[in-house]
């Protein structure tokens, strides 16, 4: 599905320095655009981010002449950017209406039952489904900072238990992790994140006064207790069938057709469903619930032409980063240490998908086990391999890039969408470097460094 190591490194020609400069600058604008020329970016974004895009595409093709890498990237954009938008679809067509005052405990009620539901539906499924009602409920006081604790622990460290949570996760288990070892040994980590994020979000929602401004409709029923109100039922049904259909991965179960290419296998049923049901969604959508939801199709159009633009320019960096990781003088430092934080820092900044899929790659082949045996990344996963130490090593991985996803607003895919349909509410969101100077730094970073110590430090959990 999304690329790995010995892909990275197998290229025909390695990538020039200067070739992440596309890269710095897409990120750049993303910071910068909407704050110094908005009214420029917010018309030209496509333009830009396809066009950087497509000129780090060129110089692979035309002048290193490698296929490879932009092969195996087209096929990760397209599973990315088509399982965002059916499950967007989707869950426009189910409007959520929670009748209640919207304290901090209830906030962070709303919050913590979408960690749970997060390894079910997923990260973005579950993401999509309560960030609408989490707006409606907290209408008469939102405030960016409620958005981007939402993204903390609805899109990032909910989806910590299961395969099915977040990608990183789904690919180590197409990889052969088993599919219980995340909650088997990850359940103690995610109790600590989700306390802590919770906990400060409380605090934080405490400050806001309004909170305490009861909510006129409410008050007008004199209704004492929560009641929540679903409109739209039908799209649960396309809603399993996306969520359902990543399952069908031809790497996982043999006789699926596929397109081969270069000893690997690529979806494209899987995809066809997905998009059929999203088809289906819009088409049979209760009118009432888009109508309530507001739904349209800006945000998820933001989505998919910048990742269009970050998942091509991303090539060289992930390629580079790649090279300078598997040098053998770098073996040595192959630790538990490492791999967190050299994980989470590339999780934040360049997708923690193929940043899971690199690191976990690079970890085997210290033990010369290979990813693509499904025999031995199980034996990896579980200390039964050549060291008992590769399951912490799986451990520092897994953690880092499903908690570090959140450190920015392009390090995991629901990140930007919850920051769009923020947006298109009429929310100010932080910019690009004002979300990391603002909240990700003060809040998350304490988390993320008292997870470190105690799970993989101490070994405490």
């Not at 994140?193 to 934080?204: A, D, H, Y």
């Not at 259909?245 to 179960?253: G, M, R, T």
């Not at 996963?381 to 451990?395: M, R, V």
């Amino acid at each position: 599905m999304l690329n790995n190591f010995i892909l990275l490194v197998q290229s025909q020609h390695a990538a020039p320095g200067f070739l992440i400069i596309p890269f710095l600058i897409l990120i750049g604008l993303i910071a910068a655009g909407p704050i110094f020329f908005g009214h420029f970016w917010e018309h030209n974004y496509k333009k830009i981010a396809v066009t950087l895009g497509l000129t780090v595409l060129g110089y692979y093709l035309i002048v290193l002449g490698d296929v490879h890498m932009p092969i195996h990237t087209f096929f990760e954009y397209a599973s990315f950017a088509i399982l965002l938008s059916s499950l967007y679809i989707a869950a426009g067509g189910i409007y959520i209406n929670i009748n209640a005052n919207a304290t901090p405990a209830m906030n962070v009620a709303l919050v913590a039952t979408g960690a749970v539901l997060a390894n079910i539906v997923g990260t973005t499924g579950a993401s999509l489904l309560l960030i609408r009602p989490f707006i409606r409920l907290n209408v008469h006081r939102i405030k960016p900072y409620q958005i981007v604790f939402f993204i903390f622990i609805v899109s990032n460290a909910g989806g910590l238990l299961t395969p099915l949570g977040d990608p990183p996760l789904f690919i180590g288990f197409l990889k052969g992790v088993p599919f219980f070892w995340t909650l088997q040994h990850l359940f103690s980590p995610w109790i600590i994140s989700i306390i802590l994020l919770c906990l400060v979000f409380f605090f934080v929602d405490r400050r806001n006064k309004e909170a305490y401004t009861p909510r006129p409709e409410v008050v007008a029923k004199n209704e004492e207790k929560t009641e929540f109100y679903v409109s739209g039922k039908r799209n649960l049904f396309w809603l399993a069938i996306i969520i359902g259909a990543i399952f069908l991965d031809p790497n996982v179960i043999d006789g699926l057709p596929h397109i081969y290419y270069d000893g690997n296998k690529f979806s494209f049923i899987r995809e066809i469903l997905q998009l059929s049901a999203a088809f289906a969604c819009f088409k049979f959508s209760s009118k009432t619930a888009l109508a309530g939801n507001q739904f349209n199709f800006h945000p998820i159009l933001e989505v998919v032409f910048l990742f269009f633009g970050i998942f091509f320019t991303m090539m060289p960096a992930l390629q580079l980063s790649a090279a300078i990781a598997s040098s053998p003088e770098f073996a040595q430092y192959i630790t538990p240490n490492f791999l967190y934080w050299a994980t989470g820092s590339l999780s934040g900044f360049l997708d923690n998908a193929p940043t899971y899929a690199n690191f976990l790659s690079l970890a085997m082949a210290k033990y010369d086990m290979a990813q693509n045996m499904p025999a031995e990344v199980s034996a990896f996963a579980n200390g039964t391999g050549a060291n008992p130490e590769t399951l912490i090593l799986l451990e520092a991985i897994s953690l880092a890039a499903v908690l570090f996803g959140a450190f920015t607003y392009i390090g995991n895919g629901p990140n930007f969408m919850v920051k769009a349909i923020a947006e298109s509410a009429g929310i100010k969101m932080p910019s690009f470097f004002g979300y990391i100077v603002r909240f990700s730094i003060p809040f998350l970073l304490p988390v993320l460094i008292l997870v470190w110590y105690l799970v993989v430090q101490l070994r405490l959990f």
